[in-house]
């Protein structure tokens, strides 16, 4: 049960925020106060300040704010955090109470082909059997079209194989492909749902012989319009997390045990904030970059966030390649 606070002492913390210079590890342990207003999805509830929050290269020993971490997708696991970016086909894994330059984290080598950018926009993890983690590129040319592919790393994050998934594009729309991708286990098969950045529309793949074949494609309600859809998740009963970079948004639905669909829904706006990236002292989207999430209960989750590029306001720059924990009210 969340202790609701009142105005001042939320006034206080976000003071305490303000005081964390180039955004440090932030941490509080009570719940914040929350207050509504309208985003991309109107009267969608403002969270509270996070739970615990810190630039990646903070997390990891030996970096600095030169190196370049373009967070795409995370995977909460067993008290850690594993965090893809499309920039290194290394993986941060990460303590989830991100403790700064610590040696609980760390940037796991994958093995897999190729060097430089990997492209990865999306991570999960089955559970079933014997555990893997997998990657999904946005999309690669494969012949006439472009199809997102899907890489199987071991428990350990070793490149193991990867498959074309059965769904196509062409290279006018390659860039607004899968951008999230979660793994589901029903009837004893192993499917994947995979979120298309241009559309909202879900792929529910099923593994064939030699690739992920389409079986059907999930349409989200119609409340949820957001201007791009940038990933999703899903808990292990089902809650459904759809997050949107440029709206700074986030959409909680129910997918139904039964048939491939997503109901109901409650809409979340990232915290809002001044100029000087102050969360709560005024009312500018500060986080306009988050590029991945997870749940780490039904009421709490972590997301991370890409660099902001040069067209972006100067404050988006301030919650940029960043691991962030909020609590749901």
Same mark, same amino acid.
């Given at each position: 049960? *969340?202790? *609701?606070l009142p105005f001042a002492t939320f006034a206080l913390m976000a003071a305490v925020l303000a005081s964390c210079s180039n955004n440090d590890l932030t941490q509080t342990t009570t719940a914040q106060k929350h207050t509504t207003a309208t985003g991309k999805i109107a009267g969608a509830t403002v969270l509270g300040a996070p739970v615990a929050e810190a630039k990646i290269y903070k997390l990891l020993p030996g970096y600095n704010s030169s190196d370049v971490f373009e967070a795409s997708g995370v995977q909460y696991l067993g008290g850690y955090f594993y965090v893809a970016c499309d920039n290194t086909q290394k993986i941060a894994k990460i303590k989830s109470s991100l403790p700064i330059n610590s040696s609980n984290n760390s940037l796991l &080598?994958? @093995?897999a082909p190729g060097s @430089? &950018? &990997?492209n990865y926009e999306g991570i999960t993890y089955e559970a079933n059997g014997t555990p893997h983690f997998y990657v999904v590129e946005e999309s690669v040319a494969n012949g006439s079209v472009y199809q997102p592919r899907i890489s199987r790393l071991d428990a350990s994050m070793n490149y193991q194989s990867r498959d074309w998934a059965d769904y196509n594009f062409s290279s006018s729309n390659n860039n607004k492909a899968f951008e999230g991708?979660?793994?589901v286990s029903r009837g004893g098969n192993n499917y994947f749902l995979g979120l298309v950045e241009g559309t909202g529309k879900i792929a529910v793949l099923l593994k064939g012989s030699s690739s992920w074949n389409l079986v059907t494609e999930i349409t989200l309600p119609s409340s949820v319009t957001f201007t791009d859809y940038s990933d999703l998740a899903i808990s292990s009963t089902g809650k459904v997390a759809i997050t949107a970079q440029e709206d700074g948004q986030l959409w909680i639905g129910q997918l139904s045990s039964t048939s491939w669909s997503i109901t109901g829904g409650t809409a979340y706006t990232f915290p809002l904030g001044s100029s000087s990236g102050v969360i709560g002292a005024g009312t500018l989207q500060l986080y306009g970059n988050v590029e991945g999430v997870s749940f780490i209960t039904d009421t709490q989750i972590v997301i991370c966030s890409d660099k902001a590029d040069s067209s972006q306001p100067s404050y988006q720059s301030y *919650?940029?390649?960043? +691991?962030? +924990?909020?609590?749901?009210?």
């Open positions: 049960m *969340k202790n *609701k &080598s994958t @093995g @430089g &950018s &990997s991708l979660a793994w *919650k940029e390649q960043t +691991v962030s +924990v909020f609590n749901l009210p």
